[in-house]
């Protein structure tokens, strides 16, 4: 069975710096996807980035960029110029194309500071 | 493009009482609908996979006799927590994947807030 470790329950920023939030997954597959969501205090689930596992380029979405370390097994989350929108809990998810199921982690309570 | 609508989005219920849950695929078919339970500041729990037309596959230590999952057509799903409790209590959240594309991320509903009273 897959697993996704969040090792940071919560991290803080000020506005316009930059935030680097951590994840760790552990598998036996080799093909995967791998997400950010971000969930504001509305709760709705906002998908952030993705990455296939398949593809060593990390993925970059504006502000929001990943260094994933396949061999590793981590996949960090960098927010550049954070903003106070920004403000939210963070899950990284595992999809495994074996398993159809989308595996998060305990997630990260992000806050910015003015 | 590829809208989810959860409703409702709050309800609140006596205990002893049943609730329904609609999920549905505005713009696309799904071919997989999935149930999810949130507490407060915690993660996302899988309850369970429901495909159309076939019987939800729940994960372990899920009462499948509490929460009733029907996927009636490729753009629809419910939840059904029968007999609720105050422990019932929860954010559910439902999502899905795309017919056809099989590398779709999920996407979200916007979740129910159940309150048993």
């Known amino acids: 069975a897959q697993t996704v470790t969040q090792s940071q329950p919560e991290m803080s920023v000020q506005e316009a710096e930059t935030v680097t939030l951590s994840c760790t997954y552990d598998?036996?597959?080799?093909?995967?996807?791998l997400f950010w969501y971000k969930q504001p205090p509305s709760r709705q689930m906002i998908l952030v980035i993705r990455?296939?596992?398949?593809?060593?380029q990390n993925a970059t979405e504006n502000r929001f960029s990943v260094n994933f370390q396949k061999a590793a097994k981590s996949f960090s989350l960098k927010i550049s110029d954070s903003q106070l929108g920004d403000a939210a809990m963070y899950f990284c998810?595992?999809?495994?194309?074996?398993?159809?199921?989308?595996?998060f982690g305990e997630g990260t309570q992000l806050t910015v500071n003015p | 493009g590829a809208v989810v609508s959860q409703h409702p989005s709050r309800v609140i219920c006596k205990s002893g009482t049943s609730v329904k849950i609609e999920c549905r695929s505005l713009d696309f078919q799904a071919t997989t609908m999935f149930w999810y339970r949130q507490f407060p500041k915690k993660s996302l729990m899988l309850m369970a996979t429901?495909?159309?037309?076939?019987?939800?596959?729940?994960e372990q230590g899920v009462e499948k006799d509490k929460f009733l999952i029907n996927h009636a057509s490729l753009t629809l799903s419910t939840l059904t927590v029968t007999s609720a409790h105050p422990e019932d209590s929860s954010f559910y959240i439902c999502s899905a994947t795309v017919r056809g594309r099989a590398n779709s991320p999920l996407h979200f509903g916007n979740g129910t807030r159940l309150t048993v009273t």
């Open positions: 990455q296939e596992a398949y593809k060593q």
């Open positions: 998810a595992f999809w495994g194309t074996s398993g159809s199921r989308l595996t």
């Open positions: 429901s495909n159309e037309g076939s019987k939800a596959t729940y």
């Open positions: 598998t036996s597959e080799s093909d995967y996807y």
